[in-house]
């Protein structure tokens, strides 16, 4: 049955619940709202997995294991990559990406803060050159 089967069916159901001389549609919103939100929750409950095998603890935890030699090659790599950017837009991409405003860049190295966001946009353009040449396009 969809929402709207059920909110009549509901309505008739209940009919002697309203109350005369108030909104019947907003009544009707009520209940409509009201089914959509049990019918959400047990959507929800019911795709919910939990194990209750002996080793749960390994399965339910939120733990989460890393490959660290993966991680650390790609950043690594990454780093060659930024590395290799000419100064003008490694410094003030390094900057940003340790976070930095990028205000505070524009003061610290004493140049127009329009350029230093067109020479992080550049920085970000050649390295996303430097990742397609070498590995292709990685989009999934």
Not at 87 to 109: A, R, T, W
Request: avoid cysteine; hydrophobic fraction near 35%.
């Amino acid at each position: 049955m969809d929402l709207y089967q059920e909110t009549a069916f509901r309505a008739w159901k209940n009919k002697d619940k309203f109350k005369a001389g108030t909104n019947f549609r907003a009544w009707l919103m009520t209940i409509m709202k009201n089914i959509f939100i049990n019918n959400y929750r047990k959507k929800v409950k019911r795709n919910r997995f939990i194990d209750n095998t002996d080793d749960q603890y390994y399965i339910n935890s939120a733990v989460k294991v890393e490959n660290r030699v993966e991680s650390n090659m790609m950043m690594d790599e990454l780093s060659s990559l930024v590395n290799s950017l000419e100064d003008n837009l490694k410094i003030p991409f390094v900057m940003h990406y340790l976070g930095h405003k990028y205000q505070e860049i524009s003061e610290s190295l004493k140049i127009p803060l329009g350029t230093i966001k067109s020479r992080i946009h550049l920085a970000r353009k050649e390295l996303k050159k430097s990742i397609q040449e070498r590995y292709g396009d990685i989009r999934a």
